[in-house]
C-alpha cells in the first residue's frame, strides 16, 4: 500500500469521505470542493492510502495550527484521519496499520517543517475518530470538552499545548420566529451533507424560521463565535453527537419547535 497526495484521480474519492458506494450530490461537492480548494492554498495537506488492488482505502487531512478549528502556535493539527471502517464496498480495512502509517507520516511532515509537535483531536467513544487510537500512539490528553477530547504530541519541552476554542457567543436571531443557524467550515464531508439537509428542510418556512448560515473558514469569524460546525436552533446545538438526520426530521423538529413557541 502507499500513501500519496490527493490528486485529480484521487480527489472526488476524498471528497466524498470513502463513500464511493453513494452518488454525489452536487450540492455537497460544490460546498467541498470550494472549502478544500481554498484550505489548500492556507497550507491544508491531503493524503490518501492506496492499497496494492488500488482501491482508496484511507484519508487524511491536516494543517498548520493557524488554520485550524483548534487554537495554538508552531503545531500540527490533524483535522481528519479515517481508515475505511464499513462492511459494505471495499469492507473494513481497520486494524492493518494505515491509521499508524498516516499518523507517521504527519509527523515527519511536522517535524520537516520545522514544528514543535502535532494536535488531533477525538471523540471519547469507540466507533468514530475515537480517542484512544491517538493515545495509543503516545498523545496526550490536554483539554474535554463534552465528548470531544482534545490530544497532542509535542516534540520539544518549550511547546506549547494546544486548546480546544470556546463557544463566546450564543446564535440566536428573530424571537418571533425560529432561529437556525449553520456553521461551516467545509472540511468535514458530513457538515456539508447536513448543511444541504438543513437547507431543504426550512425550505417554504421563511414565515417561521430565520435561517443564515455562516462561514467559520475564515479564522476571524471562527473565533467571533468559537464554533466550528453545526446546527444550532434556538441559541442551541441541535442533534449533536447523532448520525447525520434527514431533512425531513429536521423539519419536522423544527415545526415541532414552532408549535412550542406558539403555545407558549
Same mark, same amino acid.
Given at each position: 500500500m502507499r500513501l500519496l497526495d490527493v490528486d485529480e484521480r484521487t480527489e472526488a474519492t476524498f471528497l466524498r469521505c470513502l463513500h464511493d458506494e453513494k452518488p454525489d450530490d452536487p450540492r455537497t461537492v460544490q460546498l467541498r470542493r470550494s472549502a478544500y480548494r481554498m484550505q489548500r492554498e492556507r497550507g491544508l495537506r491531503a493524503k490518501v492510502i492506496v492499497t496494492d488492488a488500488d482501491e482508496v482505502a484511507a484519508l487524511c487531512q491536516y494543517t498548520p495550527i493557524e488554520h485550524s478549528f483548534i487554537e495554538g502556535e508552531r503545531l500540527m493539527a490533524v483535522l481528519c484521519l479515517w481508515v475505511h471502517g464499513y462492511d459494505h464496498h471495499i469492507g473494513n480495512r481497520q486494524g492493518g496499520g494505515m491509521g499508524r502509517m498516516m499518523? =507517521? %507520516?504527519? @509527523? @515527519? =511532515? %511536522? *517535524?520537516? &517543517?520545522?514544528?514543535?509537535?502535532? &494536535? %488531533?483531536?477525538g471523540m471519547d467513544f469507540p466507533y468514530w475518530n475515537p480517542v484512544s487510537f491517538f493515545e495509543h500512539m503516545g498523545y496526550e $490528553?490536554? @483539554?474535554?470538552?463534552?465528548?470531544?477530547?482534545?490530544?497532542? #504530541?509535542?516534540f520539544t519541552e518549550d511547546a506549547s499545548p494546544p486548546r480546544l476554542v470556546k463557544q463566546v457567543r450564543r446564535p440566536v436571531g428573530d424571537p418571533n420566529r425560529i432561529s437556525v443557524r449553520v456553521f461551516q467550515n467545509?472540511?468535514?464531508?458530513?457538515?456539508?451533507? +447536513?448543511c444541504v439537509a438543513i437547507r431543504a428542510a426550512v425550505d417554504g418556512l421563511d414565515d417561521i424560521v430565520d435561517y443564515l448560515e455562516i462561514d467559520v473558514t475564515d479564522p !476571524?469569524?471562527? *473565533?467571533?463565535w468559537g464554533i466550528s460546525n453545526g446546527i444550532y436552533i434556538e441559541g442551541e446545538e441541535h442533534r &449533536?453527537? @447523532?448520525?447525520?438526520?434527514?431533512?425531513?426530521? +429536521? $423539519? !419536522?423538529?423544527?415545526? #415541532? +419547535?414552532? =408549535?412550542? #413557541? #406558539? *403555545?407558549?
Open positions: 499518523l =507517521d %507520516a504527519i @509527523e @515527519e =511532515d %511536522a *517535524r520537516d &517543517a520545522g514544528l514543535d509537535g502535532v &494536535a %488531533a483531536w $490528553r490536554v @483539554e474535554t470538552d463534552g465528548m470531544t477530547v482534545l490530544v497532542w #504530541k509535542p467545509g472540511w468535514c464531508t458530513g457538515m456539508c451533507d +447536513l !476571524e469569524v471562527h *473565533r467571533e &449533536a453527537n @447523532e448520525p447525520p438526520p434527514t431533512s425531513d426530521v +429536521l $423539519r !419536522e423538529d423544527i415545526l #415541532k +419547535l414552532w =408549535d412550542a #413557541k #406558539k *403555545r407558549d
